[in-house]
């Protein structure tokens, strides 16, 4: 059963406009979440994470939203450029017996020129 | 510094046939971990290690085996490939205490025919 789900697979924005990518969890236990960009044939690689102690993190464009009562995280990009074209994974780990990450299946973003 | 390498880049199987993927890093992580990637399946964990001769099970591990013997190296095995085992693997380190975010490797395309 996906612990962790991004439902919307792809997502596009024009260049310069706000792009809002969305996760949702059903493990409580889930303590940290991670948001990684991937380009086609490389990687995975990591932008930006938030502990549940805190509702928002920011870094420069990037910015991550946590509401632990919905059980939902979303991440934000303004503006939005054409190399932030990839797809986008988040990802949780939990407080308890967790040394293990658990992914979403990903959201495909293309920013338009 | 090259991070997390993996080889081979490509690999064609046979049903039945064996191989071992090889994951490096010089980065002098503690953990490492093997991830498969599927259409709308994201990252699912398959093994992975907290430390030099350990290992431990994740989310998808059968079928496959795993090795530690050397801190920097994580060796995924498969006995008798399958073609449900056609995939891409991703290879991932990151340091203990409370820093989270993981390093991937290229990844492997595997495909079993």
């Known amino acids: 059963d996906q612990q962790v789900k991004q439902n919307s697979p792809s997502l596009s924005v024009q260049e310069g406009r706000i792009s809002i990518l969305n996760c949702d969890y059903t493990n409580s236990m889930f303590d940290y979440f991670l948001w990684y960009k991937k380009y086609p044939a490389e990687g995975p690689t990591f932008l930006i994470s938030i502990s549940s102690i805190k509702d928002k993190n920011e870094d420069g464009r990037f910015t991550v939203f946590l509401n632990k009562s919905a059980k939902h995280l979303s991440l934000h990009i303004v503006p939005s450029q054409p190399g932030d074209s990839a797809v986008y994974f988040c990802a949780a780990h939990p407080l308890q017996g967790g040394n293990q990450f658990y992914f979403g299946t990903g959201t495909s973003l293309t920013v338009i020129p | 510094n090259a991070g997390v390498t993996q080889t081979p880049k490509f690999r064609v199987l046979k049903t039945g046939q064996s191989m071992t993927l090889l994951c490096a890093q010089d980065?002098?992580?503690?953990?490492m971990y093997w991830y498969r990637q599927d259409p709308g399946m994201g990252l699912r964990l398959i093994h992975y290690?907290?430390?030099?001769?350990?290992?431990a099970k994740g989310e998808v591990p059968d079928g496959y085996n795993v090795s530690r013997l050397k801190k920097q190296n994580f060796l995924l095995g498969l006995e008798s490939a399958a073609p449900s085992q056609t995939s891409v693997y991703f290879c991932?380190?990151?340091?203990?205490?409370?820093?989270?975010?993981?390093?991937f490797g290229p990844g492997t395309r595997l495909t079993v025919t």
């Open positions: 290690s907290v430390g030099e001769g350990t290992t």
């Open positions: 980065m002098n992580h503690e953990y």
């Open positions: 991932a380190s990151r340091p203990s205490g409370s820093a989270y975010e993981q390093y």
